[in-house]
């Protein structure tokens, strides 16, 4: 056997333990006292295997980011982690089952998180050399489109020959992510005019109508021919059933394949007017994150990985998602970038979330191999 996957198969329990130790220290985005918390888990995680911690990056309204080094050498590999999650606290339980392990946040990405710091874990113990700095970010505020980290990742991607994502692979074929769809926020605010829905309906603007007739212009958008969706998410206004409704406010999210498509999209939010007369739109977000395309930088990495994977035993296979990650922003960057290096499992952002115990060796140990030969 390879003797990496022989020592994460040797370990594998030691490695679910650490997994468990952080899956169960909540950490919700928006709540930075949880991720703080769960953040000084990782912090304790790195100093009992390499003794000493990670940077802290401080930040006010989210939790902190780390940055960890490990290893020297003038090129710079780049690891990318996250540790919010979209789950609040006690919404899940970790629980454990023959294969599946469950809890929130295992799969996207507390398990992907420590079979890295299991990856670099192993290079140390089998002591094998790396002529390459490795620089590990986790940071705090992915699931919210990375408002607070997007600085500091494209600061450390304009040094950085590659970047490792350790999201999790396509469930059920575990296929890395080589090309990700771009993505774009929007919340849409609508002041009307109330009026008594009785006696003077015809004097009030019904917020709620507005956004109804909004929803449907914006979902019309939708064109699976050029790999654009949208969806709204989130509709609220509106008050006693009596009065016509002043106000409203509507969610939106969009996915576009190309930074072309991004830019029409954007344009066309920038220019969104009322349907009727006398309503008023305020439309706040924008972009978050850019596409991340398939090029010959990132053919040749995946065929590398493919290389690495057959070491293993593993036939590896690549695909396009609609899901957008930080590897977002190190590809746009013109870093070499692969995703779904992370724990294998199916369930991201559903109730059933979990990884497989059966494959947490190979994957962490394709990894660990990935950050050795690059």
Same mark, same amino acid.
């Given at each position: 056997m390879d003797e990496i996957k022989a020592y994460m198969t040797e370990n594998q329990e030691l490695i679910l333990e650490d997994i468990k130790y952080i899956v169960e220290s909540a950490s919700p985005t928006n709540d930075k006292q949880l991720v703080d918390e769960c953040g000084q888990r990782i912090q304790t995680l790195f100093e009992k295997y390499f003794s000493y911690r990670a940077?802290?990056? *401080?930040?006010?309204?989210?939790g902190n980011h780390l940055r960890f080094e490990y290893g020297d050498g003038e090129e710079k590999l780049l690891i990318l982690s996250h540790f919010d999650t979209v789950w609040d606290k006690d919404e899940l339980t970790y629980k454990e089952g023959e294969n599946r392990i469950y809890g929130p946040g295992i799969l996207d990405m507390k398990g992907g998180l420590v079979q890295a710091i299991w990856a670099l874990k192993a290079c140390k113990d089998l002591t094998i050399q790396l002529d390459k700095k490795i620089v590990f970010?986790? /940071?705090?505020?992915?699931?919210?489109?990375?408002?607070?980290?997007?600085?500091?990742i494209n !600061?450390?991607?304009?040094t950085s020959s590659y970047a490792l994502v350790t999201e999790p692979p396509v469930a059920g074929t575990g296929a890395l992510k080589t090309e990700r769809k771009g993505s774009a926020r929007y919340h849409i605010n609508i002041v009307g005019k109330a009026a008594h829905s009785g006696n003077h309906h015809e004097d009030g603007i019904s917020a709620i109508k507005e956004a109804a007739e909004q929803i449907i212009y914006l979902e019309s958008l939708t064109d699976y021919e050029k790999g654009t969706t949208v969806n709204v998410g989130v509709v609220e206004g509106g008050?006693?059933? !009596?009065?016509?409704?002043d106000s409203a406010s509507i969610g939106v999210d969009?996915?576009?394949? /190309? *930074?072309?498509?991004?830019?029409?999209?954007e344009h066309i939010m920038e220019e969104l007017t009322p349907q009727a007369e006398g309503a008023t739109l305020e439309v706040q977000g924008g972009i978050m994150r850019p596409p991340m395309h398939r090029d010959e930088t990132t053919e040749k990495m995946f065929e590398h990985a493919e290389k690495v994977a057959k070491e293993l035993d593993m036939e590896l296979e690549e695909a396009s998602v609609g899901g957008g990650s930080d590897g977002n922003f190190t590809a746009n960057m013109?870093?070499? /970038?692969?995703?779904?290096?992370?724990?294998?499992? *199916?369930?991201?952002?559903?109730? !059933?979330?979990h990884i497989l115990k059966n494959q947490i060796p190979e994957r962490a140990a394709l990894l660990c191999k990935l950050i050795c030969s690059l």
């Open positions: 940077a802290e990056i *401080t930040e006010q309204k989210y970010l986790c /940071t705090s505020d992915e699931e919210v489109g990375s408002p607070s980290s997007k600085k500091l !600061n450390e991607a304009k008050g006693p059933l !009596n009065v016509v409704a969009f996915r576009m394949e /190309t *930074t072309e498509e991004q830019k029409r999209i013109g870093v070499p /970038t692969l995703d779904g290096l992370g724990a294998a499992g *199916t369930g991201i952002h559903a109730r !059933n979330e």
